[in-house]
């Protein structure tokens, strides 16, 4: 009953916010009663991201949800013992949700203001990002960043790794070449035509597992953690077990097994070819 009550305030909410549809703030069409009873079935609501953004959402379509975040929450609940129905919004309308009490929790893989993490708690961290260096499958040599001096490195010239790319490049004197294809970057990657290519980590590696090819060299750089956020005062006990759930995935081999799924370093050759 609490339940049903709480799915009608979220539809008395969305009124009040003038949305002429639920598409505005969901992907959801409003659902029927039959529906509204069906969700009694899930202990918690979790929004998360209505964008592909392979590797952590690659279809959010609400009958197909595929990608890492949507895999991880699942795992989560499977270990722990409880059920998220997931809804699929953007960062904005997921932010919103969870500060009102539309949902329970929110999974992201993007930066929040400290405004917004200040008044969140966070869980441990589902997934570590940042910034790597790729090079041929067939390049063999050590990657060093003392033997990089005249070698040449691709950069995506719409990503956000131009930054650490001119830093690097300035140290250690390696020539940066500007690529607005992605695709045609990482071929001549493949091929040898550039020495090395700097990229953010969950692209880079969900790029490799689908082409193959390439590797991934060195360690991340500049990395970043990403976080599943609740409110405090209301979800502390759902935090414990998302905490806990983290930690036994990562333990049982679950956690590698999704990984492995989306992502590769491309370092063994049945992964990269």
Known sequence: MDKILSLSLIFILISACGCSSSKELGAKPLPSSSDVYESVQYDYIVAADKINMAPFTTDCDV?????LNFDIIRAIGKDQGISFEIQPLNVFDGLESLKVGLCDAIIYNYDISDEDKNAFLS???YFTDGYVFSTSYENNEDFDFNRMKGKTV??????SENKPAKIYAEEYEFEIKTYSDRSKL???????VLDFMIYKYSLMSQMIKENGGVKIVGDKLFEKDYYIYVMPGKNEILLDKINLGIENIK?????ERILSKYI????VLDEAE
């Open 186 to 192: 990482y071929d001549d990657v493949k091929n040898g």
């Open 63 to 67: 009958n197909n949800l595929e990608g």
């Open 154 to 159: 691709g950069v995506y010239m719409k990503g």
């Open 264 to 267: 590769s370093d491309g370092r």
């Open 251 to 255: 333990e049982n081999g679950e956690y």
């Open 123 to 125: 869980s441990e961290s």
